[in-house]
């Protein structure tokens, strides 16, 4: 049964906590909303960049135009308009005033008349952000298909049909499914998730330790004739509170800007149903006490409230690793990492936004054991308050 104690603590913190706006402004709706919306940003400036490249006129500047004539005018029939290049290709490059430079060798006809294969070069900087790489996809497709045509009329001419040259036909099946396509744009979702739980309940877990050891309100808090327990278990209870309403939040404010993901542009699918949203809250949902017991404890440790932000802000980057690891490595799962804490909410997630069957046993063992690794951390968390040498800042 509660006890009073555990309540009127457990209260105080959350009603001061929900009195500083600054604090819920900076944590709360912050850590909910930031993440969504620089993401829906950030998706839809680059694919909105890489569309405009990919569909206005191409702008092509040439290195020694004139030793290629037929190829300019394959150039022009494809809507290409050629720039007259004014200083060297590598200069153009390295200076960024163009994505893509094409040089033609000065022997380009007479290798063409020689049926010999004729040289030309494309510059460009592979490491280039953006959509650099469209135009350089692009110019790399009219040249093959210029090549392809002039090799199938030498074939031609000769009395040799064209399609003797393809010895092997390559018939693709692709597996992937316009949700699991749609999927590719969703990979920092765990993170972001992750990240807004851990943003949410950090100000309250630091402020509730290291805060009050600073401002020394803990002593006369401790004197008052209740179990140290009850105190400390309503401050943490406060916090992970704070942090599931910002997973809360953030979870809302993802699947109110699903919507305006450019999915529908590239011939993809992206739909989160409000079973999978509940499924992603419940596997979620030990993570916010896994979150607040390590900030507490971190926290705890720290002589002042400065020192256990420095400390408790790197915490954040935890959620980091694994999600980066499965965001560019392919891993099939192992029931050890559907057991371990912010893999497993980072697997199950993945599933579900590719549209994957996501199996009960799966939720269950990340769910129990998530919550067995934050209740040894809630316990250890309590438990260190027993000692006076955390008492004092000094």
């Not at 680059?46 to 300019?72: C, I, R």
């Not at 490059?93 to 994505?99: C, F, G, P, R, V």
């Not at 010895?167 to 749609?182: C, F, L, P, R």
């Not at 309940?201 to 330790?209: G, P, R």
Request: glycine residues 6%; charged residues 20%.
């Amino acid at each position: 049964m509660i006890s009073r104690a555990f309540k009127t603590v457990f209260k105080k913190e959350v009603m001061e906590n929900l009195r500083d706006r600054r604090t819920m402004m900076s944590s709360v709706l912050m850590g909910s909303f930031l993440g969504p919306l620089m993401a829906l940003g950030l998706i839809y400036m680059s694919v909105q960049m890489g569309k405009d490249k990919a569909e206005k006129q191409l702008e092509l500047p040439v290195f020694n135009m004139e030793y290629a004539q037929n190829l300019e005018k394959h150039l022009i029939s494809q809507d290409v308009k050629i720039v007259t290049l004014d200083k060297s290709p590598e200069d153009a490059i390295k200076d960024k005033d163009y994505d893509v430079v094409l040089a033609i060798s000065e022997n380009f006809a007479e290798s063409i008349e020689q049926a010999k294969p004729a040289k030309v070069m494309l510059y460009f900087d592979d490491s280039a952000k953006g959509a650099a790489s469209v135009s350089v996809r692009r110019v790399r497709a009219l040249i093959n298909a210029y090549s392809s045509s002039i090799g199938s009329m030498r074939l031609q001419l000769r009395g040799v049909s064209p399609g003797l040259m393809k010895v092997v036909s390559i018939e693709e099946h692709d597996q992937a499914t316009a949700q699991s396509k749609g999927a590719q744009m969703m990979l920092f979702l765990p993170y972001f998730l992750i990240m807004g739980l851990f943003m949410g309940s950090m100000y309250l877990a630091i402020d509730t330790t290291a805060g009050e050891k600073e401002r020394k309100s803990l002593e006369p808090l401790f004197l008052n004739p209740v179990s140290r327990v009850q105190v400390l278990a309503g401050k943490l209870a406060a916090t992970v509170s704070f942090g599931l309403l910002t997973l809360v939040l953030t979870l809302i404010a993802f699947k109110l800007t699903m919507p305006f993901y450019p999915t529908k542009s590239l011939g993809m699918t992206l739909s989160l149903s409000m079973s999978d949203m509940g499924l992603m809250l419940l596997v979620l949902l030990p993570l916010a006490l896994l979150a607040g017991s390590i900030q507490t404890i971190i926290a705890a440790f720290s002589k002042s409230f400065k020192e256990a932000q420095t400390y408790v802000n790197l915490v954040v980057f935890i959620p980091l690793i694994p999600s980066m690891l499965l965001m560019f490595l392919p891993v099939k799962e192992k029931l050890w990492m559907i057991a371990t804490p912010i893999m497993s909410q980072n697997i199950i997630i993945g599933q579900l936004i590719r549209g994957e069957v996501v199996t009960w046993f799966n939720v269950a063992v990340c769910v129990f054991g998530t919550l067995f690794v934050g209740g040894l951390l809630a316990w250890f968390a309590v438990r260190l308050y027993n000692k006076e040498s955390m008492l004092f800042a000094d």
